[in-house]
């Protein structure tokens, strides 16, 4: 998979953004097929740093009521990247 394509967006949270000042740890949206490795390279290419651990997530947003009937909700794919202390990544 093309770098472009795995890495979506950054989630910019209250959560995540701790995260990042505390334990330099990073937080994007992912494409759904993309592999724990998918997403280390993925990384390191686009923002040139040294990722030390990937983890993943799976989220299923609420289901809905609408008048024609339940909507279900939809999954998205969330990676937690923990890089190296030295690195940073510039969002903003």
């Known amino acids: 998979m093309e770098s472009t394509v795995v890495i979506r967006?950054?989630?910019v949270t209250e959560k995540a953004s701790f995260a990042t000042s505390k334990i330099n740890q990073y937080t994007f949206e992912v494409d759904g097929k993309a592999t724990k490795e998918d997403?280390?390279?993925?990384v390191k290419k686009?923002?040139?740093?040294r990722v030390l651990s990937v983890n993943t997530s799976i989220r299923k947003a609420r289901d809905r009521a609408m008048k024609f009937g339940l909507v279900t909700g939809k999954l998205?794919?969330?990676a937690m990247v923990k890089i190296h202390a030295e690195d940073k990544i510039e969002l903003f």
């Open 39 to 42: 997403i280390k390279k993925a």
């Open 76 to 78: 998205t794919k969330r």
């Open 46 to 49: 686009l923002y040139n740093v």
């Open 9 to 11: 967006r950054p989630i």
